[in-house]
């Protein structure tokens, strides 16, 4: 098994967050237990991943909502 998630460049869920919120989520997700990642499940399902959808399932803004500014 790789040491990090292979979904792990690029993922866009990073440009909503300052340096160390990236720092936490790629350390607890993307080259941890990146097997648990909800964003990582839909797209191996070939399902669409929402925008909003964080590593743990819970969601930074309501669907149908506009993202926060970046």
Known sequence: MSAQCEFIEGCPI????????QHVFRELYCEGDFA?????KLRLAG????????????TL???GEQPPPS
């Open 47 to 58: 399902q669409p991943v929402p925008a909003n959808l964080l590593p743990h399932g819970g």
């Open 61 to 63: 803004w309501q669907n």
């Open 14 to 21: 990073y440009r909503h967050f300052r340096a160390q919120a």
């Open 36 to 40: 648990s990642c909800e964003r990582r």
